[in-house]
C-alpha cells in the first residue's frame, strides 16, 4: 500500500489549506485513514482519522477547524484544514492500519506564517 499525500504549502494564519492522500488500493480495503503532524522537535502527534463507516475522531487541538473526509470513488483522503493558526505548522502525514499493518506516507509541509 502507498500513500501520496499533497497540498501542503504557506498559508497565513486565518487561512485554509486541504490535504490530500491518494492511496494505492481501494481505500474500502482499509480499515483507518488518518492524519498526523510532526512540528520540529516535537514527537509526531495524532490530527484526525476516519474509518471505514466514516466515524472520525479529532485532536481537541484541531476540533471545529479541521475535517477530514474520504472519497472512495478516488480512494483519496482529505483534510480540511481551516483558521489555520501559527502552531498548526508542522509536516503533516497521511496515515493508514489495514491489512494487519500499519502505512505512512511520505510528508508535506505545512507553514502558517504572515
Known amino acids: 500500500v502507498q500513500l501520496q499525500a499533497s497540498g501542503g504549502g504557506l498559508v497565513q494564519p486565518g487561512g485554509s489549506l486541504r490535504l490530500s492522500c491518494a492511496a494505492s488500493?481501494?481505500?474500502?480495503?482499509?480499515?483507518?485513514m488518518g492524519w498526523y503532524r510532526q512540528a520540529p522537535g516535537k514527537e509526531r502527534d495524532l490530527v484526525a482519522t476516519?474509518?471505514?463507516?466514516?466515524?472520525?475522531v479529532y485532536d481537541d487541538s484541531v476540533k471545529g477547524r479541521f475535517t477530514i473526509s474520504r472519497d472512495n470513488t478516488e480512494n483519496t483522503v482529505y483534510l480540511q484544514m481551516n483558521k489555520l493558526k501559527p502552531e498548526d505548522t508542522a509536516v503533516y502525514y497521511c496515515?493508514?492500519?489495514?491489512?494487519?499493518?500499519?502505512?505512512w506516507g511520505q510528508g508535506t509541509l505545512v507553514t502558517v506564517s504572515s
Open positions: 496515515y493508514a492500519w489495514g491489512r494487519n499493518q500499519g502505512y
Open positions: 488500493v481501494s481505500i474500502d480495503s482499509l480499515n483507518l
Open positions: 476516519i474509518i471505514t463507516r466514516g466515524s472520525t
